[in-house]
């Protein structure tokens, strides 16, 4: 992957913390020295349950460009029930990643041309002593994983810092169990 | 350092009679007090003053008697019809005019 | 200190480091988080201010002008139908002379109802009288709010800060935010010329004769023409001002630049695109892509629109082919209005010297509709071959 600038996409549904997740991925990234990070939610219709969008890019130099992506490279998808109702792979480079949360085997699913990496989520996160539901943290361990973006060190302690009066170790942890399950291949 | 004078750039204005012009010569009618009627007058003391407080033109002064400036008086007969005792009557400026003369 | 944050919360830190003393507003898309983050701010005791809920905008805009009257730092903030509601006393606040700070988070305006973005609200607000500056990021949102005070204070006009709903407003980049300390060097308290006081009591605003007259004092006082005239011309004075704000910034900062307009590659161009807000940095991109093309153009941002830059406006486009105007609004029966303004400064200093640009007027992203780079550079491409259309051109519509 070209590592000077990353465009990720990520579907979840209104209240499931995509947003969040992509601010903590955002702000990792600031850290570790991309320039220019950029994350912006679908605009205007954000309602809890429909299918929401969020767009962050990350760059070594400023962005200027603050229109939606087109061609992601890595797409994570929340809830994999959104397969059904979006067109999660739509733009989505060749040989670009899907991150996903499923409770279902990698082997039941074929996507030709991409990299799909899979681990569930929501039970990982019940495990690591969250509420059901709850799994915008634990899929940042996923897509660190199959993407090898910025560490998980980094991205752990930057999950800690926004959780800090929610619970802060045991949303870490549900990255770092994340991160130790996710299955991730061709 | 910047433009100041704020008053010069805005509608300010102090409040107090002429605020309107020299609006005496306007009346048709002419206020006149009667002082056995007014209130602060019969009590000798400092009451009532609704003429005062009412008066759009701040031409009725907080004295004992209440005086009229009559140079920016314009007569609109509010003091008159606010007056709880009828104390002051609005009189025909012609009146005067012939007192004047005489 | 660099932080995340969207551009709302860019705004209300801005604000927050301004000490305003009162703060109305009404909530509305895409202007509520900014609000929010306020009443926030001042519920946990970290900003010491007066929060007035309000009505309507109309309201909040008469707390404003209260409150600014009686000698407070004021703010308020709205969007779209919000800013055309308060517009009786967005036209009295400049006239009065009160120097407050608005932010307009830039909406589309009904009918039909729409929350998206375009820039048809404050274009609207253009002849009201108020200092209207354009950002197009994130720290140039909470520079320009902290700028906004000092020059408004310094000249006695209301100044609107506009930035880009959703795209800028909800949008999340990393932003220096400024210390406290460098922000009281920068501005200091509000000190007001006049203020509401029962010991110096005065008439403000009251009937307002067309003609001059005597005032109690026996003074000659200003008409109404002379009060409207002296606004005209502080405006135009304003921006000297505004150069000295930049300046005066910029040794604090250490950050800052032109104050009107904002140059990219435009040196070596022969076409220059031209817009307000956010789309001007999204012309960047098409123009680095222009370049590899062979096609020699820059983009020029215009960050002041009123009072308007001619002058700046028109020395960075002399000798240049062509103008391509790029717009969010439209003065609806004839063009977009920056498109206007812009050709009416070029007449003014270039007509006569056999160097005025061909200029042509595009419309984008009206209601929301998103601007794709591609399309927009596209838009760029062609605009630079030759002359398009003598109408306004919509960009990606589907009629």
């Known amino acids: 992957m070209n590592k000077e600038f990353i465009a990720i996409r990520w579907h979840g549904r209104g209240g499931q913390g995509a947003i969040t997740a992509a601010k903590i991925v955002a702000g990792a990234a600031f850290v570790s020295g991309y320039a220019g990070v950029v994350m912006a939610p679908t605009f205007g219709t954000e309602r809890r349950g429909a299918p929401v969008m969020t767009s962050l890019k990350i760059s070594k130099t400023k962005i200027y460009d603050l229109s939606p992506i087109e061609t992601p490279d890595i797409v994570v998808v929340l809830d994999h029930l959104l397969l059904k109702e979006a067109d999660v792979t739509h733009g989505l480079k060749p040989g670009g990643i899907i991150v996903l949360n499923t409770p279902m085997a990698h082997e039941s699913y074929h996507f030709q041309d991409y990299r799909l990496a899979t681990a569930d989520i929501t039970a990982i996160s019940v495990e690591a002593g969250l509420p059901h539901g709850m799994v915008n943290t634990g899929i940042i361990g996923s897509l660190e994983k199959a993407a090898n973006l910025l560490g998980i060190d980094l991205l752990v302690s930057g999950i800690e810092a926004e959780f800090r009066t929610r619970k802060p170790e045991k949303n870490s942890l549900a990255a770092k169990i994340a991160y130790e399950r996710t299955v991730a291949g061709g | 350092m910047g433009t100041r004078n704020y008053r010069r750039k805005t509608s300010h204005s102090e409040h107090g009679a002429g605020d309107g012009g020299r609006t005496g010569s306007w009346r048709v009618e002419r206020p006149v007090l009667d002082r056995n009627l007014c209130i602060p007058c019969k009590r000798n003391k400092e009451a009532c003053f609704i003429c005062w407080l009412f008066c759009p033109d701040v031409v009725i002064s907080r004295t004992i008697p209440p005086t009229i400036n009559l140079e920016y008086c314009k007569g609109c007969g509010i003091c008159a019809e606010e007056c709880p005792t009828k104390a002051i009557t609005m009189v025909d400026e012609a009146k005067f005019a012939e007192e004047d003369k005489e | ?399």
């Not at chain 3, 009123?306 to 003065?331: H, N, T, Y």
């Open chain 3, 1 to 399: 200190m660099h932080i995340i944050e969207n551009g709302n919360a860019a705004a209300a830190l801005g604000v927050k480091l301004c000490r305003a003393s009162v703060i109305a507003a009404y909530p509305i898309t895409p202007q509520t988080p900014l609000t929010e983050k306020l009443s926030e701010y001042v519920e946990s005791g970290e900003m010491k201010a007066e929060y007035i809920p309000v009505e309507s905008e109309h309201s909040a805009l008469a707390v404003c002008i209260a409150a600014s009257s009686a000698g407070a730092r004021t703010f308020t903030a709205t969007s779209a139908n919000g800013l055309l509601y308060m517009h009786e006393q967005v036209q009295w606040a400049s006239g009065a002379r009160l120097p407050m700070v608005m932010c307009v988070v830039n909406r589309a305006v009904g009918a039909p109802w729409n929350v998206w973005n375009d820039q048809q609200d404050s274009i609207s607000q253009r002849d009201t009288g108020w200092i209207q500056i354009y950002c197009a990021d994130h720290q140039q949102i909470i520079d320009t709010v902290i700028k906004a005070y000092w020059l408004a204070e310094q000249v006695s006009i209301p100044v609107m800060v506009c930035y880009d709903g959703y795209i800028l407003s909800h949008t999340f980049m990393p932003f220096d935010l400024p210390d406290q300390e460098q922000v009281d060097s920068f501005l200091p308290p509000f000190q007001p010329d006049y203020f509401l006081n029962p010991q110096d009591p005065a008439n403000l605003n009251t009937v307002t004769l067309p003609d001059v007259r005597m005032d109690v004092r026996g003074e000659l006082a200003h008409g109404y023409m002379e009060i409207r005239c002296l606004l005209q011309e502080d405006l135009r004075k304003a921006l000297q001002t505004a150069a000295e704000a930049e300046k005066r910034f910029a040794g604090i900062f250490n950050r800052g630049a032109d104050p009107y307009i904002e140059p990219y590659r435009c040196d070596d161009a022969e076409h220059v695109a031209v817009g307000l807000g956010s789309i001007t940095y999204q012309m960047r991109v098409c123009v680095d892509q222009l370049r590899t093309e062979g096609i020699k153009i820059g983009v020029m941002g215009v960050r002041y629109y009123r009072p308007f830059p001619d002058e700046a406006i028109a020395a960075a486009l002399k000798g240049k082919k062509g103008v391509i105007v790029v717009e969010k609004a439209l003065s609806y029966g004839y063009e977009g209005a920056l498109m206007s303004d812009l050709k009416s400064a070029l007449y003014e200093h270039l007509a006569g010297t056999g160097s005025l640009p061909v200029v042509q007027n595009f419309i984008a992203g009206i209601g929301g509709r998103e601007i794709r780079t591609d399309d927009l550079t596209q838009t760029l491409r062609a605009a630079a071959k030759g002359r398009v259309s003598k109408e306004p051109v919509w960009i990606g519509l589907r009629l």
